[in-house]
């Protein structure tokens, strides 16, 4: 049985940082591309970054380039999303996916597998 599950999350003041980890088992974690989307109050699950499976691409949503990094350690099964700079805006559940053999996308139709989120509030 495949499981995701997302740790890292937390209140933090607007300008601080959080480093997100989702643990993956079950799958062979090398051969998935992995996601971050989150989900705000009252809003659509949005994308956030992509990685593919071999790690050379990467992909983010416009508002969060150069202040978001995904990253992966194929040795510990996890990937991790370093927040830097937050933003009030930037509050909301965060979940991780997996896409077997995933270049990066940023369509949650496209990935096969989810964790159940870690809340994210950042306060001005």
């Known amino acids: 049985q495949v499981q995701l599950v997302e740790t890292g999350g937390g209140l933090v003041q607007a300008g601080g940082s959080l480093r997100l980890s989702c643990a993956a088992s079950g799958l062979t974690f090398r051969n998935y591309g992995m996601g971050w989307f989150r989900q705000a109050p009252r809003k659509e699950r949005e994308f956030v970054a992509a990685l593919s499976w071999s790690g050379g691409g990467t992909r983010y949503l416009d508002s969060v380039k150069g202040r978001f990094a995904i990253s992966r350690d194929n040795a510990k099964n996890t990937v991790y999303l370093q927040m830097n700079s937050l933003k009030p805006e930037d509050t909301a559940v965060y979940y991780c996916?997996?896409?077997?053999?995933?270049?990066?996308?940023?369509?949650?139709?496209?990935?096969?597998?989810w964790g159940q989120g870690t809340q994210v509030n950042v306060s001005s």
């Open positions: 996916a997996a896409r077997q053999w995933g270049r990066t996308s940023d369509y949650a139709g496209d990935y096969d597998h």
